[in-house]
């Protein structure tokens, strides 16, 4: 892939290869050109899709397209995992081998890897679901939400605490029953590709398959700013469990996406550092009203024996 960067840099100018050469030396920077490359290869297939189905293509000219393409080259440029995530599963994994279960090996192959599969994407389901009950991760998790303008990079538009928290949560109970680490990769692909699609503007509902596999209108109604809505189609890439776990919600896509009532930069920056400042305002705000009952009842103490 770098060399193919490398010829067509010396096409557009000749030696200009030559002066980038010595660069591609350096792993993250041929981590970020081929994650740039490959989600401009999703953008021009998503792009001509969208096209052809009528959808609108102004979205890509605001700043909200721009904010997310941002963190699209955050996640799959290299930059959060080599910075954060193999730092950190590598920690994980010096610890969790000792307590390897290695249950899997009861298991044949292929059953194996649909295991896998299907124990990944209902973990994804719960995490997912988690996200939206839990108050402090909520906060996290309205960067995602927040975005009115869906685009095919809005797939990659969570904070990095819930990026973290998610790949943590589904490392560890997956090492411990013994999947190898190499089982991962298909199943990033597919759900990044997938996640990609679902965020599209395309009016597809995958037709009989739509209470199985999560389609662009599926997703679409989990981004309605209607609490109802939002809280409820969870799933990753498999509809069933929204079916089987009573959280599905049917119908057409919304007229609007993100949330009523939240006030959410647009900048990268912006959605990076809101989440903490909210917490620390309702963290103060809660200190306060425990600090006014305490004085309250202390009062009525004191004024009890008169
Ligand atoms: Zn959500
Ligand atoms: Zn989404």
């Excluded at 809505?229 to 990753?236: L, P």
């Amino acid at each position: 892939m770098f060399e193919q960067i490398l010829n067509a840099a010396d096409a557009i100018h000749p030696g200009l290869g030559q002066i980038v050469a010595p660069l591609g030396n350096y792993a993250l920077l041929r981590q970020f050109l081929s994650g740039l490359a490959a989600l401009l290869a999703v953008f021009a297939v998503v792009f001509v899709l969208e096209r052809v189905c009528g959808g609108n293509l102004k979205r890509y000219l605001t700043r909200n397209f721009r904010t997310d393409m941002l963190y699209g080259v955050f996640y799959r440029g290299g930059i959060y995992n080599t910075l954060i995530y193999v730092p950190v599963v590598a920690a994980l994994a010096a610890i969790v081998p000792a307590w390897d279960f290695q249950l899997i090996q009861y298991l044949p192959q292929p059953l194996d890897y649909v295991a896998f599969w299907l124990i990944t994407d209902a973990a994804g389901y719960w995490i997912h679901r988690w996200y939206h009950s839990n108050p402090i991760l909520w906060e996290f998790h309205k960067v995602h939400h927040a975005q009115t303008e869906l685009t095919f990079v809005t797939s990659f538009r969570n904070h990095v605490v819930e990026q973290l928290a998610s790949n943590v949560v589904l490392f560890v109970p997956l090492k411990l029953l013994g999947f190898p680490l190499w089982y991962w990769g298909p199943v990033i692909v597919l759900q990044s590709l997938f996640e990609s699609l679902q965020h599209s503007d395309l009016n597809w509902r995958f037709g009989r398959l739509y209470p199985v596999i999560v389609s662009p209108v599926f997703h679409a109604i989990h981004h309605s700013p209607d609490r109802a809505r939002h809280d409820s189609n969870y799933g990753k890439i498999l509809s069933v469990w929204d079916y089987l776990f009573g959280t599905i919600s049917v119908g057409e896509r919304p007229q609007r996406y993100g949330l009523a009532g939240v006030d959410m930069p647009v900048s990268f920056s912006g959605t990076m550092v809101t989440p903490f400042k909210e917490l620390w305002k309702k963290g103060r705000q809660s200190i306060h009203s425990i600090a006014l009952v305490t004085d309250s009842s202390g009062l009525q103490a004191r004024e009890e024996p008169e």
